[in-house]
T-cell receptor, first 115, second 113 residues
Framework: EAGVTQFPSHSVIEKGQTVTLRCDPISGHDNLYWYRRVMGKEIKFLLHFVKESKQDESGMPNNRFLAERTGGTYSTLKVQPAELEDSGVYFC?????????????FGNGTRLTVT | AQSVTQLDSQVPVFEEAPVELRCNYSSSVSVYLFWYVQYPNQGLQLLLKYLSGSTLVESINGFEAEFNKSQTSFHLRKPSVHISDTAEYFCAVLLTGGFKTIFGAGTRLFVKA
């Protein structure tokens, strides 16, 4: 089975610009998560989708971040306008319904650099 | 609120030596515990997990971790490491009945020849 794929793998943008990150979860995985890791610190939860519905977006830093999962398949995370502190690695993960017996499957991440 | 503390940011060790990567967590409710591994240029992969039952859990590549409720720890150990174990290791907790996995800051394991 194909794994979780993220695009792009790297993105370098200037402060004030907009960037959209994409995540394609494993087919059939209802749960989709976005995480972010800044400068070697802990991997922080951003939000959780079940199919197309946002279940928990408590980790979203502010309203410059917008996540969508139209149709319950792939997801996008848009940062607009980007700020310097948004730099980091953005991970997407998916799991089957019933998180207990289904581990998180991670993509390789998108490394975002805001200059 | 739950939190995970990985006490060592980097652990250098020689090949075939034993290693222990430390993890402590804080939670007022029951949690499940995990170790994930990230090899260079890859995403995180589940290494092992503790859900219930035996407090000692093992992975297929020789790692083991022991859940210690009284010390709120879940340290990862391997009796003899290989060069290929060089990676970053993340300890994580998940609230029972929850969906949000909380990660530690990671420990970089460097295995030297």
């Amino acid at each position: 089975e194909a794994g979780v794929t993220q695009f792009p793998s790297h993105s370098v943008i200037e402060k004030g610009q907009t960037v959209t990150l994409r995540c394609d979860p494993i087919s059939g995985h209802d749960n989709l998560y976005w995480y972010r890791r800044v400068m070697g610190k802990e991997i922080k939860f951003l939000l959780h989708f079940v199919k197309e519905s946002k279940q928990d977006e408590s980790g979203m830093p502010n309203n410059r971040f917008l996540a969508e999962r139209t149709g319950g398949t792939y997801s996008t995370l848009k940062v607009q306008p980007a700020e310097l502190e948004d730099s980091g690695v953005y991970f997407c993960a998916s799991s089957q319904r019933g998180a207990l017996n289904s581990p998180l499957h991670f993509g390789n991440g998108t490394r975002l650099t805001v200059t | 609120a739950q939190s995970v503390t990985q006490l060592d940011s980097q652990v250098p060790v020689f090949e075939e030596a034993p290693v222990e990567l430390r993890c402590n967590y804080s939670s007022s409710v029951s949690v499940y515990l995990f170790w994930y591994v990230q090899y260079p240029n890859q995403g995180l992969q589940l290494l092992l997990k503790y859900l219930s039952g035996s407090t000692l859990v093992e992975s297929i590549n020789g790692f083991e971790a022991e859940f210690n409720k009284s010390q709120t720890s879940f340290h990862l150990r391997k009796p003899s490491v290989h060069i290929s174990d060089t990676a970053e290791y993340f300890c994580a907790v998940l609230l029972t009945g929850g969906f949000k996995t909380i990660f530690g800051a990671g420990t970089r394991l460097f295995v030297k020849a």
